[in-house]
DNA sequence: CTCGAAATACTCGAAGTCGAGTACTCGATC
DNA sequence: GATCGAGTACTCGACTTCGAGTATTTCGAG
């Protein structure tokens, strides 16, 4: 049960939690959901228990006390310990410091693209910029009435963020969809022949096309 | 075993190269890493292996051949059923087509990092900016160079999109740097004022400065 | 020709993720 | 005054992920 060190992200709110005061389980999760950290920490029950359990194991938390309040499930409190605060702000500033490799799955969708044909992935991508324009007025909406509400910037950086990233990402998808468009995307007429040959199920030369792009690169 | 249904990418890459022709689990292995999907598809032998094992219980790909050559270890080679070939330009569409909801570590470590207090998030970000800023200078070059060897676009989009999402992440850490920095950043005094309580161990008024943010927003 | 490094082709078990399910309580509603 | 939904507080087990380990073979340098 010992959670591979540092790996998911909400043990590290937890933590947090257990430095501002003793908490339960349960009481974590609601905290976590009435700051809307729900929206930047994965969160669902199985993983908060097995994660409390095994920064138990690994001594960074403590139980406090088991109570039963009425006939209530029991509930037990947990503490921070010396390590855990130790551990809180080493993990935060590693993470805030070192960039991480994350793989998107529109990246990975983005690698495959060639498998779809010119005509189906220009398709999709327009359904994408879509979807990506409705969610950015959304967001954006979202931000200026915390604004509004006078709510410090400070609590809303990581929404800037995701939205940041976003446009950047509506940009991308739409500067794509031009390309493919209006035909100026290199290597579209190769894409073209791979796919139509791959449909008619004969084995196209794949490797022949990508030789280039094997040798062409460092190890 | 199932694969959980369209989770791992991993899986729709392996259904991809077995669009191309049969192969197994190894060959696929190093047919990806040959191409650089490694570096937009994680790939390690443990998921390979259960993937394609999960695939085939779900009927999208069969066993073709199980073949000893000389005394190698066992080789099992696959193929793609009729399904399996809806199933990748079904995902495959979902994928490009359908904005995924991803969580980054760096969108947790920004949710957490009032925990850290206005003076080391300012040198882990000032951290964070210099190692953004390596790391794009190096892609920048592998692109260009991919370029000079005549690669297709195509080829490289997903490359692109990251690197893009880098310079946005860039920007913004710089921006709130900036605004940490000059003490601009809106909250910036009662961030200091939390931060100090909570290492002095006194329970701070939390609850308090975050109401708003509680109330400001719709459920 | 022979020794070690690299490649071939996986296996295995420990650990982690997920979310539906359970079992109770409380307050409001009809 | 019974019920119904929302909240409280977790549990459980099926499924996934991970990566070090294994056993063999090939290849090239000396």
């Known amino acids: 049960m010992t959670v591979r060190r540092r790996s998911n992200p909400l043990a590290l709110a937890v933590i947090g939690l257990l430095y501002e005061r003793p908490m339960h389980p349960y009481e974590m999760a609601a905290?976590?959901?009435?700051?809307?950290?729900?929206?930047?920490?994965?969160?669902?029950?199985?993983?908060?228990?097995?994660?409390?359990?095994?920064?138990?194991?690994?001594?960074?938390i403590v139980t406090q006390e088991t109570r039963k309040d009425g006939r209530r499930p029991e509930r037990t409190v947990y503490g921070l310990t010396e390590r855990g605060r130790v551990e809180l702000l080493d993990w935060l500033s590693e993470l805030v410091s070192i960039p991480a490799r994350e793989f998107t799955q529109f990246e990975a969708a983005?690698?495959?693209?060639?498998?779809?044909?010119?005509?189906?992935?220009?398709?999709?991508?327009?359904?994408?910029?879509?979807?990506?324009?409705?969610?950015?007025?959304?967001?954006?909406a979202v931000l200026e009435q915390a604004g509004e509400v006078k709510l410090p910037r400070l609590m809303v950086v990581e929404y800037e963020y995701r939205l940041a990233l976003r446009r950047t990402e509506l940009g991308f998808v739409n500067a794509l969809i031009r390309d493919i468009a209006d035909g100026s995307l290199e290597g579209i007429d190769a894409w073209r022949r791979l796919h139509d040959s791959l449909e008619a199920g004969t084995r196209p030369d794949i490797e022949g096309e990508v030789r280039s792009w094997n040798a062409g690169r460092p190890s």
Chains 1, 2 share one sequence.
């Open 31 to 60: 905290t976590l959901r009435e700051r809307r950290k729900e929206e930047s920490i994965k969160l669902n029950y199985g993983s908060l228990y097995s994660v409390v359990q095994s920064l138990e194991k690994q001594g960074l």
């Open 110 to 140: 983005l690698s495959l693209m060639p498998y779809l044909g010119p005509d189906q992935a220009l398709r999709m991508l327009l359904e994408r910029a879509r979807r990506l324009e409705t969610e950015l007025v959304g967001s954006q």
